[in-house]
């Protein structure tokens, strides 16, 4: 546990960067929804979920087939292959990201004791990999979300 006395505050510049990230709607997110869409699966975004008494909004859901997704970026959520530790305002970052990683633990716990199928996928998985995992849920939940092809893309 950090101290006050240890904190230092952001500088402004700094703020404003992270004032400007996105919480949802990311580009990683976008390019696997684009895939999953043209592929013709359908689905919510950014639902909120109230399970084991927590607010959780997986980036992409599949409600019939209670399949939640969420994509990950490999700083916010310390990727063990790309996560790196902050070398500036430790004491400000890593408990940060360490109780980012403990929420994510949380509500993966809560969702799939609530029935659901989490996938956490990495920003650097390439959306094709991505897409094939949630597939692969999406099989094996035994639930038919694809629509009958249509003419037009024929």
Not at 4 to 26: H, V
Request: with cysteine; hydrophobic share 40%; proline share 7%.
């Amino acid at each position: 546990m950090t101290r006050a006395a240890d904190f230092t505050p952001p500088t402004p510049g700094r703020s404003r960067n992270m004032a400007a990230i996105k919480r949802s709607g990311t580009e990683p997110e976008r390019l696997v929804r684009s895939a999953l869409h043209r592929q013709g699966y359908r689905f919510r975004k950014d639902l909120p979920l109230r399970e084991g008494g927590m607010l959780i909004r997986p980036d992409i859901v599949f409600t019939r087939a209670r399949v939640a997704v969420f994509i990950d970026g490999c700083f916010w959520h310390s990727c063990p292959e790309h996560g790196a530790a902050p070398r500036t305002n430790s004491t400000y970052w890593n408990p940060k990201l360490a109780g980012n990683a403990a929420r994510d633990r949380r509500q993966t716990l809560a969702l799939q004791a609530s029935g659901w199928m989490v996938l956490r996928i990495w920003e650097h998985d390439s959306v094709e990999a991505a897409c094939a995992a949630i597939v692969a849920a999406l099989r094996s939940q035994r639930t038919r979300t694809i629509p009958a092809p249509s003419a037009e893309g024929s």
